[in-house]
């Protein structure tokens, strides 16, 4: 047989022996999308050039470096988080894009040690990403970042409610009242709630709270809200915290799990023997609220869209690196899921 010419190759690929002459030469004027359909139909056909167009392909891609710090490595939510940063990242080479993510997890949610790493992540990197509590030792960090020109962005908790700092993650305030919605809605009649926070640092799990107040206000006053209690993103503390609620309130008939520590929270409910009695609300869907939904020990759980939450940030921090100086706010607000037993 003999061996493909580049007519061939223009052949299979859909496009004109120019273009593939293009390709070759490593021309600038080619979309990445015709780079990748070229490569893709040299190595099915045995191209002789294979290896040149590879090179060229590789060559043409803009390289960005970005980093992400994400909470506690052992929280299975951020596991998934971080998997699906990784996976958007790589989609980004069939843009011409080649996307180095540099994940770091913080065991220690201290504000001095989530400004340490952002400082020294921010110097490796052409744009940062945090998930972080708002403290004014985080927000030096952000500024200074900033003001040498390095796009900052904040996921899942804003960072800056005057639109300071880039933020992809839900409109927060809809999930409060959505959340109160479904206790109304699902309660047979009212009592009092209970109202676990991870921390009111977390601006997301504050207008979460912010939310959910304004909608027992507005539509259901006979509700009783207790007072928030913190769990600081611990489990153990989740649980204590769930047992202290059922204990001094004998007539709970409810529970909004805002932050983090809804593992322990649902194991307090089970111990209790009182978890198909109320109707628990909680945040995020994985293996454990999965769990949580199947056996009724969760009503509902309100969930990220998570890869469509870790295109979006990679898309942003790819325009915001491309333009520094632009003043383009590159804020984007994805819609939250909600499930139930009966659709997970």
């Given at each position: 047989m003999p061996r493909p010419t580049i007519p061939d190759l223009a052949a299979a690929a859909g496009v004109s022996v120019a273009t593939v002459n293009r390709v070759?030469?490593?021309?600038?004027?080619?979309?990445?999308?015709?780079?990748?359909?070229?490569?893709?139909?040299?190595?099915s056909i045995g191209f002789y050039g294979l290896g040149t167009i590879q090179a060229k392909v590789s060559a043409s891609r803009q390289r960005m470096r970005f980093g992400f710090l994400l909470l506690q490595p052992h929280r299975q939510f951020y596991q998934n988080?971080?998997?699906?940063?990784?996976?958007?990242?790589?989609?980004?080479?069939d843009q011409g894009v080649e996307v180095e993510a540099r994940i770091?997890?913080?065991?220690?949610?201290?504000?001095?040690?989530?400004?340490?790493?952002?400082?020294?992540l921010g110097a490796?990197?052409?744009?940062?990403?945090?998930?972080?509590?708002?403290?004014?030792?985080?927000?030096?960090?952000?500024?200074?970042?900033q003001a040498r020109g390095l796009p900052v962005f904040a996921l899942i908790a804003?960072?800056?409610?005057?639109?300071?700092?880039?933020?992809?993650?839900?409109?927060n305030w809809k999930v409060g009242r959505t959340s109160a919605w479904a206790i109304e809605s699902l309660c047979k009649k009212p009592g009092k709630?209970?109202?676990?926070?991870?921390?009111?640092?977390?601006?997301?799990?504050?207008?979460?709270?912010?939310g959910f107040r304004s909608y027992f206000r507005e539509h259901a006053p006979d509700f009783t809200l207790l007072e928030p209690l913190s769990t600081f993103e611990a489990s153990a503390v989740a649980e204590e915290m769930t047992e202290k609620l059922l204990n001094q309130h004998p007539d709970l008939t409810s529970l909004f799990v805002s932050g983090g520590g809804i593992t322990g929270a649902m194991a307090a409910l089970r111990a209790s023997g009182r978890a198909s009695e109320l109707v628990v609300v909680g945040y995020d869907l994985m293996d454990s609220t999965k769990a949580g939904l199947l056996d009724g020990t969760l009503k509902v759980v309100i969930a990220h869209p998570l890869r469509q939450l870790a295109e979006e940030l990679i898309k942003g921090m790819i325009k915001a690196t491309r333009s520094p100086n632009d003043g383009v706010n590159h804020t984007r607000i994805v819609p939250f899921q909600i499930y139930t037993r009966e659709n997970i």
């Open positions: 070759l030469s490593g021309a600038g004027n080619v979309r990445a999308r015709t780079r990748h359909l070229v490569q893709e139909a040299a190595e988080v971080a998997a699906a940063i990784r996976e958007a990242a790589v989609a980004m080479a770091e997890f913080l065991d220690d949610l201290s504000p001095q040690n989530t400004a340490a790493h952002a400082m020294a490796q990197c052409d744009s940062i990403c945090i998930t972080s509590a708002v403290h004014p030792v985080v927000t030096q960090a952000v500024e200074t970042l804003q960072l800056s409610a005057a639109g300071l700092v880039h933020y992809v993650g839900l409109d709630i209970g109202i676990l926070m991870g921390n009111p640092r977390y601006r997301n799990q504050e207008m979460n709270e912010s």
